[in-house]
Nanobody, 123 residues
Framework: VQLQASGGGLVRTGGSLRLSCTASGRTSRNCVMGWFRQAPGKEREFAAGISGSGGITSYADSVKGRFTISRDNAKNTVYLEMSSLKPEDTAVYYC?????????????????WGQGTLVTVSS
């Protein structure tokens, strides 16, 4: 399975971005997918996750109400809509998939990772 993340860039505080993650190879459309982020000098942290059907989502408290995760299984793509962006959202964002049916927040549960896309929010 290969995951390709895209959509990062430079945006001002209060702005919006949409990240995409497209899966290819031996994919499973029922895989739980997650978005993680890693800011400079900090550990990778969970941002949002979505169940295989898309019916269940989970968000870190720091992004709840501002980020929305969704998926289009026909396109093997997961999205992360980010709005009201803050400088503290600046990070490399990674998408990941896990073979477990559970929407977990720990990075160790995810076995396939995209290459990351940089989001920079200027103040």
């Amino acid at each position: 399975v290969q995951l390709q993340a895209s959509g990062g860039g430079l945006v001002r505080t209060g702005g919006s971005l949409r990240l995409s993650c497209t899966a290819s190879g031996r994919t499973s459309r029922n895989c739980v997918m997650g978005w993680f982020r890693q800011a400079p000098g900090k550990e990778r942290e969970f941002a949002a996750g979505i169940s295989g059907s898309g019916g269940i989502t989970s968000y870190a408290d720091s992004v709840k109400g501002r980020f929305t995760i969704s998926r289009d299984n026909a396109k093997n793509t997961v999205y992360l809509e980010m709005s009201s962006l803050k400088p503290e959202d600046t990070a490399v964002y990674y998408c990941a998939s896990t073979p477990t049916p559970f929407l977990l927040r720990g990075a160790s549960a995810y076995n396939y990772w995209g290459q990351g896309t940089l989001v920079t929010v200027s103040s």
